[in-house]
């Protein structure tokens, strides 16, 4: 438990920033992300193992809240909670029902273009 518990407090305590809470414009950036995650209709592929949207954006909802104000930003967001494991450090994917796949971090970030 120790081995995996102290490199994601190290993750949370260093790499992190220390800033305020996003502010309503930024949360509804991170809100809209959650939602194109949701409505994607691809699998969420974490370590290894496919998740579908709804328990992904529940896993990447349960990382924002224990991130606390450490993300203020989408990009933070993105950087520090929605592209890989914070355990592991494998990147995430998604993958859709043709078989296309796409790195998490590339898609998210393709997505926040699109908020307007």
Not at 25 to 49: C, K
Not at 50 to 63: F, G, I, W
């Amino acid at each position: 438990m120790l081995k995996t518990t102290l490199p994601v407090a190290l993750f949370f305590l260093i790499l992190m920033p220390r800033e305020a809470a996003p502010n309503a414009r930024e949360q509804a950036r991170i809100d809209f992300l959650l939602q194109q995650v949701a409505s994607s209709q691809a699998m969420f592929i974490r370590n290894g193992v496919e998740y579908n949207a709804v328990d992904a954006v529940a896993h990447l909802r349960l990382k924002l809240q224990r991130a606390g104000k450490r993300i203020n930003t989408a990009e933070h967001f993105i950087d520090y909670l929605a592209s890989k494991s914070s355990v592991s450090g494998q990147a995430y994917r998604l993958k859709w029902k043709d078989g296309k796949t796409a790195d998490a971090r590339t898609w998210l970030y393709q997505k926040l273009k699109e908020f307007k």
